[in-house]
């Protein structure tokens, strides 16, 4: 009988939670060598390198993962039947011939369900694994958004930070030529001064640019689940990425249908309301009675048992029970929980309609934005084609005597400003493209996996 309870009070050996070790373990984390079936990290990944550590790295992920393992426990619970109770008893008896003796006795009580409630209950759970899968795959698009995002943010500071830094040496020139000029006498000291506040703008923006660089890169090691310092070495490179002419994102109505009653949000929403039309359907057969039945049986061996014709005493006692007992109606129907269910199930309904409502106007501007991202990058990039011809006029001016070297630094900054412009034009239309590619909750560029076979697990390998 010991070992019985103890075997029914045996747990799995409880993991330590040491947050001492946890962090130890999570800064010696690095990404070479450390996952199976990807290149090393020091050859340069690209982006599908970078979203598969990340789905096997990602604590925010793996937590994501662990709950909805959580959730589908509940399945195998809602699918058991409920055990019966056991009840012993002794009862003192006093005869009417002035006999006493204890009466001894045991009782089961067994719950008789509502017709399809076991039903209603593995229904209900299987909806909330469903949701809770949804979730999972939120959290899986969330995680390729972060990573992807984060690398944009890198190499187009990084970019910045290089054409930045050709500005503020190539306005540190223009500078000491003028003043050359004003000490000569050629102009007048005044004029320098704009110079002077044009350089202290560019080196802003230089620092500015290494700042969100740094920042971004926090960001990658963030969203790919390992510090920083396991960037070290490792190329972040994005290659062509402000080649927004090799993008292409035509929608279609396929792509609108399918997120619009796919994107995992709203599976998540669907789901919620198909609970309440269960929860409301499991409150209204409340209204019917739920039996508890209890057989019982009773003994006494000392003989004692009053008859109600001749008070005779027996060998042996033995008493078999037969106990039923319900629910009486008497103050309520039920009304007050049904009208809450209800309640519940028409919340859950608006909110159904609100998340589609809200998917509808991210795919609409996600549509709208993209095409006028791309127009902008056009623009830019055909204002910088002209930027550079006529630096190159201005320097074949200059080989030829025609012109002064300040006239020639003037027109390589011109050149420079309109690279900037480009780039940023650019980053704004890969912003865009990663929004339109969230609308419709699919990759539209790149060798990126499938989310449905991450979702699976396989990666998490």
Not at 341 to 346: F, G, M, N, Q, Y
């Amino acid at each position: 009988m010991a070992s019985w309870l103890a075997a029914c009070t045996a747990l799995p050996p409880r993991a330590p939670a040491d947050p001492a070790h946890s962090a130890q373990a999570f800064a010696a984390r690095r990404l070479d060598g450390s996952l199976g079936g990807l290149p090393p990290a020091a050859s340069g990944w690209d982006r599908e390198a970078w979203f598969r550590a990340a789905l096997a790295l990602n604590p925010q992920l793996a937590e994501a993962r662990a709950a909805a393992m959580a959730v589908a426990a509940g399945e195998r619970t809602a699918a058991e039947r409920p055990n019966p109770n056991l009840n012993l008893f002794g009862e003192y008896v006093v005869a009417a011939a002035s006999s006493a003796a204890w009466l001894y006795g045991l009782s089961l009580e067994f719950l008789v369900p509502r017709a399809g409630e076991r039903g209603r209950a593995m229904a209900s759970a299987a909806l909330q694994t469903q949701a809770a899968e949804a979730d999972v795959e939120e959290a899986i698009w969330r995680v390729r958004s972060e990573v992807r995002q984060a690398l944009l943010d890198v190499n187009y500071a990084h970019d910045e930070a290089a054409l930045l830094a050709t500005l503020v040496t190539d306005r540190e020139a223009l500078l000491a030529s003028n003043r050359a000029l004003a000490q000569a006498g050629e102009i007048a000291q005044s004029e320098t001064l704009a110079q002077d506040l044009e350089l202290a703008r560019a080196r802003q923006r230089l620092v500015r640019a290494q700042a969100l660089a740094t920042d971004a890169e926090a960001r990658l090691a963030a969203a790919v689940g390992v510090p920083v310092a396991a960037l070290d070495g490792i190329p972040l490179r994005w290659e062509h990425w402000a080649d927004i002419g090799a993008l292409t994102a035509t929608g279609s109505d396929e792509w609108r249908s399918a997120a619009l009653i796919g994107r995992p949000k709203l599976v998540h929403a669907l789901r919620e309301y198909d609970m309440t039309d269960i929860a409301l359907q499991s409150e209204v057969a409340k209204r019917w009675p739920q039996f508890h039945v209890t057989p019982g049986y009773a003994w006494d061996k000392s003989g004692l048992r009053q008859d109600t014709l001749d008070d005779t005493l027996h060998d042996t006692l033995h008493d078999n029970e037969l106990g039923v007992s319900f629910e009486l109606p008497i103050f309520n129907r039920h009304e007050g929980p049904i009208g809450e269910a209800l309640a519940r199930r028409k919340l859950a309904g608006e909110h159904l309609q609100a998340v589609q409502a809200e998917l509808f106007e991210e795919i609409e501007r996600a549509d709208r934005a993209w095409p006028q991202a791309q127009q902008a990058w056009r623009d830019a990039d055909g204002a910088d084609a002209l930027a550079r011809q006529q630096h190159a006029a201005q320097e074949r001016a200059f080989s030829a005597g025609a012109t002064d070297r300040a006239t020639l630094l003037a027109a390589r900054l011109e050149t420079t400003e309109a690279e900037l412009m480009t780039l940023e034009a650019a980053y704004n239309a890969q912003v865009a493209f990663a929004a339109l590619e969230s609308a419709y909750r699919r990759p539209l560029q790149g060798g990126e996996i499938p989310l449905s076979a991450s979702l699976s697990g396989k990666e998490s390998s």
